[in-house]
């Protein structure tokens, strides 16, 4: 029971990913289609975020309600509806339409598989769990590359990848009593890290000391994260003189180290504290930047310091998540989570445009100082949270 629960919430994660890189694969194509101006693809991205957000924050009252199967069930299924609806639109006003269920879906699964994971199961699987989530964002972009090289079109794509989020839906909804069956079977220490009736609430966590270093923490991660992704390439291109082609090539290993990076750090996660794997992830950032900031550096230097800078990024994230209850408490974690995963999306989608105009009047050099500032803010905030945490004896 413990095995088979394990490996569907895995499906579940590669589910979560599927849909995170499929517009981007699909929109060279499908805004010619739709006759609109190329930005729009920004006003599609706000809106999911905006429901992503929205659903992360109400995650806690959701997962207490009707349980994390239930919501992980639910919130797939919405996110099945939304890309049979995009694969039916016809004009841009639709496609806004389903992008709501589009976002809404992800952000409460996001949050409550999470927190069943952190309460449930060992540091190891939360990190293998992230890793899960690169194997979905991967194989999206092929499904959708496939259909338009065989000429099906970028409709097909999103219908395939509905029809995948169709078939786990179904395999979540068989799976109800694994989910039941597992909280009954938990002993005396995880009954007690079940979720407390009433729901905490926003206001409720952001009471609890250190709650709020660690969204900040949480908020400069994700906003590294996506803006190291977003602007590798026209970096190296502008400013280190190197090739398009290699450019882009080097650029997509960031997110192949942040993938295996996390599968490495699942295998030595139980012989490590979070805390220590955090800080391990943060120096290797430290020294990727490092190596993309030196102009004089041959041009080998800042390429293999993107693959460094994924690797430092691969633990933090599922290590900060893993860590969450004990800090603040199983009863609250889900809450905590749930605004920590609010504070993600949001720093994944606000700080890359704003580099994005300080590379537009300024220069886009400033790159690697921006991700400088960003990390030393978050490692401030995390070490912080620690203090905190300590003086409170978790």
Not at 141 to 152: E, K, Q, R
Not at 228 to 247: F, H, K, M, Q
């Amino acid at each position: 029971m413990y095995s088979l629960l394990l490996a569907i919430i895995y499906l579940a994660f590669i589910s979560l990913g599927l849909p995170d890189s499929l517009l981007g694969a699909a929109w060279p194509v499908l805004y010619r289609q739709l006759d609109v101006p190329i930005a729009f693809a920004g006003i599609l991205t706000f809106i999911i975020s905006c429901g992503t957000v929205l659903s992360s924050l109400m995650s806690d009252r959701l997962t207490r309600r009707f349980g994390a199967g239930w919501v992980t069930a639910a919130s797939v299924f919405m996110t099945m509806v939304a890309l049979f609806g995009f694969s039916c639109s016809s004009a841009f006003w639709m496609l806004c339409l389903w992008a709501v269920p589009y976002g809404l879906g992800a952000g409460a699964v996001d949050a409550a598989l999470n927190n069943y994971v952190a309460l449930h199961y060992s540091q190891r699987h939360m990190h293998w769990l992230h890793c899960f989530w690169g194997v979905g964002v991967s194989i999206s972009p092929y499904i959708m590359s496939s259909c338009l090289i065989s000429g099906a079109g970028w409709q097909a794509g999103y219908r395939w990848v509905a029809i995948l989020q169709a078939a786990l839906t179904a395999i979540l909804l068989a799976s109800l009593p694994l989910w039941r069956s597992r909280k009954k079977s938990s002993g005396a220490e995880e009954e007690a890290a079940e979720p407390a009736a009433e729901a905490l609430g926003v206001r409720g966590a952001l009471r609890i000391p250190g709650v709020r270093e660690v969204l900040v923490g949480f908020f400069c991660y994700c906003a590294l994260e996506s803006s190291t992704g977003l602007w590798a390439s026209s970096y190296l291109v502008l400013n280190r003189g190197i090739a398009v082609e290699v450019a882009a090539r080097w650029a997509s290993l960031f997110y192949l180290g942040i993938t295996f990076g996390r599968f490495l750090s699942g295998t030595i996660a139980n012989k490590l504290t979070d805390r220590s794997i955090i800080r391990l992830g943060l120096a290797l950032i430290f020294l990727g930047i490092l190596a993309i900031l030196f102009p004089a550096a041959p041009q080998i230097v800042p390429l293999c310091g993107l693959i460094v800078i994924g690797l430092g990024c691969a633990p933090v994230y599922p290590a900060i998540i893993h860590e969450t209850p004990s800090n603040f408490g199983a009863e609250n974690s889900q809450a905590v989570i749930g605004i920590q995963m609010a504070g993600a999306y949001v720093g994944a989608t606000v700080m890359p445009p704003l580099f994005g105009i300080i590379a537009d009047y300024v220069n886009i050099g400033w790159y690697p100082v921006w991700l400088l500032l960003i990390l030393a803010l978050m490692t401030v905030m995390l070490e912080r949270k620690n203090r905190i945490v300590a003086a409170a004896g978790r």
